[in-house]
T-cell receptor, first 114, second 114 residues
Framework: GENVEQHPSTLSVQEGDSAVIKCTYS??????FPWYKQELGKGPQLIID?????GEKKDQRIAVTLNKTAKHFSLHITETQPEDSAVYFC?????????????FGKGTKLSVKP | GAGVSQSPSNKVTEKGKDVELRCDPI?????LYWYRQSLGQGLEFLIY????????KSGLPSDRFSAERTGGSVSTLTIQRTQQEDSAVYLC????????????FGDGTRLSIL
């Protein structure tokens, strides 16, 4: 079955710097890749997603890139702010099965220092 | 609009007791998912509903776990004879059906087994 690896597990940056989180997946048939932000005591919140027919997607300070050949995708946050501090999860959605079941990475704890 | 609602937000119970967790999805979302998040870990898929049917129960860890959904809306996850290893945050998500539909999460139920 699908397996998603995420790194780094922790990331500390200065306010204003960029942050990059990388994920790899194993099932080449996976075709949907969302990113979630989870704050303490809250459920994961979808921040951006990408489908396998697209190589890059941007939304203000957040961008996601997908390399289908290498089976990896990355989250890029520019001009980081303290409120970006949270745990970020990548996920992949393999075809078949429950038609939407997400396989998650183990998360990256991002700390943005003012 | 109203998001995914889960109750209770916290549950503390003794080992061996049964517990019931509730999820009220976003109106119109026919797909519903249960995930489990252990301390510092990613999200582990448990079960998927499409309407009232559960075509994928592959993530349920044992026969002590069961779930149902009635009226295509509210779902309950039941854990019988709870064990300490059941302690985790149980998250519910809902979406429109099909692969690539964004899943929206509730804030979860934090379950602690004494």
């Amino acid at each position: 079955g699908e397996n998603v690896e995420q790194h780094p597990s922790t990331l500390s940056v200065q306010e204003g710097d960029s942050a990059v989180i990388k994920c790899t997946y194993s099932d080449s048939a996976s075709n949907y890749f969302p990113w979630y932000k989870q704050e303490l005591g809250k459920g994961p919140q979808l921040i951006i997603d990408i489908r396998s027919n697209v190589g890059e997607k941007k939304d203000q300070r957040i961008a996601v890139t997908l390399n289908k050949t290498a089976k990896h995708f990355s989250l890029h946050i520019t001009e980081t702010q303290p409120e970006d501090s949270a745990v970020y999860f990548c996920a992949a959605s393999p075809p078949g099965g429950s038609q939407g079941n997400l396989i998650f990475g183990k998360g990256t704890k991002l700390s943005v220092k003012p | 609009g109203a998001g995914v609602s889960q109750s209770p937000s916290n549950k503390v119970t003794e080992k061996g007791k049964d517990v019931e967790l509730r999820c009220d999805p976003i109106s119109g979302h026919t797909a519903l998912y249960w995930y489990r998040q252990s301390l510092g870990q990613g999200l582990e898929f448990l079960i998927y509903f499409q309407g009232n049917s559960a075509p994928d129960k592959s993530g349920l860890p044992s026969d002590r776990f069961s779930a149902e959904r009635t009226g295509g809306s509210v779902s309950t996850l039941t854990i019988q004879r709870t064990q300490q290893e059941d302690s985790a945050v149980y998250l519910c998500a809902s979406s429109f059906p099909g692969i690539g539909q964004p899943q929206h999460f509730g804030d979860g139920t934090r379950l602690s087994i004494l």
